[in-house]
């Protein structure tokens, strides 16, 4: 979160916005019953952005975010890479998730299914540099193997 320059006042909504998508089941766009550090990002984005256009006042924050290490900061998740690392990182989870992850039983298997969804992440970003045929054949291998994990803790 930044100001552009010097005349732009400190004050700023991001922040409040932020803490609210740790309590705001909608913050979870994929409904996967968690909210990422990526997703909180873009509820409090998008709050903040509605906060200033409903006061009529001009934006005085910009938010920005870096997760690969370039160090160039972004306001969106790119094809590059960035907003993977933002996505990976869970902040809250909601419902069965929060049962599933606090269950000592259920622990490994909903360990498995974050991984299983990571990696099913990753490969959507190396799509554009494999044979479609070999992309489509591992994204089938994960998808089933989660569907399995997910049918396991469902139980």
């Given at each position: 979160?930044?100001?552009?320059?010097?005349?732009?006042?400190?004050?700023?909504?991001f922040v409040r916005?932020?803490?609210?998508?740790?309590?705001?089941?909608?913050?979870?766009?994929?409904?996967n019953e968690s909210?990422?550090?990526?997703?909180?990002?873009?509820?409090?984005?998008?709050?903040?952005?509605?906060?200033?256009?409903?006061?009529?006042?001009?934006?005085?924050?910009?938010?920005?975010?870096?997760?690969?290490?370039?160090?160039?900061?972004?306001?969106?998740?790119?094809?590059?890479?960035?907003?993977?690392?933002?996505?990976?990182?869970?902040?809250?989870?909601?419902?069965?998730?929060?049962?599933?992850?606090?269950?000592?039983?259920?622990?490994?298997?909903?360990?498995?299914?974050?991984?299983?969804?990571?990696?099913?992440?990753?490969?959507?970003?190396?799509?554009?540099?494999?044979?479609?045929?070999?992309?489509?054949?591992?994204?089938?291998?994960?998808?089933?193997?989660?569907?399995?994990?997910?049918?396991?803790?469902?139980?």
């Amino acid at each position: 979160m930044s100001t552009k320059g010097g005349t732009e006042k400190n004050a700023t909504v991001f922040v409040r916005y932020w803490v609210l998508a740790l309590q705001d089941p909608s913050a979870d766009a994929d409904k996967n019953e968690s909210v990422s550090a990526l997703e909180a990002f873009q509820y409090a984005d998008r709050k903040t952005a509605e906060f200033y256009t409903s006061q009529k006042r001009l934006a005085t924050e910009h938010q920005i975010f870096e997760d690969t290490g370039r160090g160039e900061a972004v306001r969106a998740p790119s094809g590059g890479g960035e907003g993977r690392l933002l996505a990976s990182l869970t902040l809250v989870r909601f419902g069965a998730s929060q049962k599933a992850a606090l269950d000592p039983a259920k622990r490994d298997l909903f360990a498995k299914k974050e991984d299983l969804e990571r990696r099913i992440d990753v490969l959507k970003y190396q799509k554009a540099a494999m044979s479609q045929n070999d992309y489509e054949q591992q994204l089938k291998t994960l998808l089933v193997e989660l569907a399995r994990v997910q049918a396991t803790l469902d139980k």
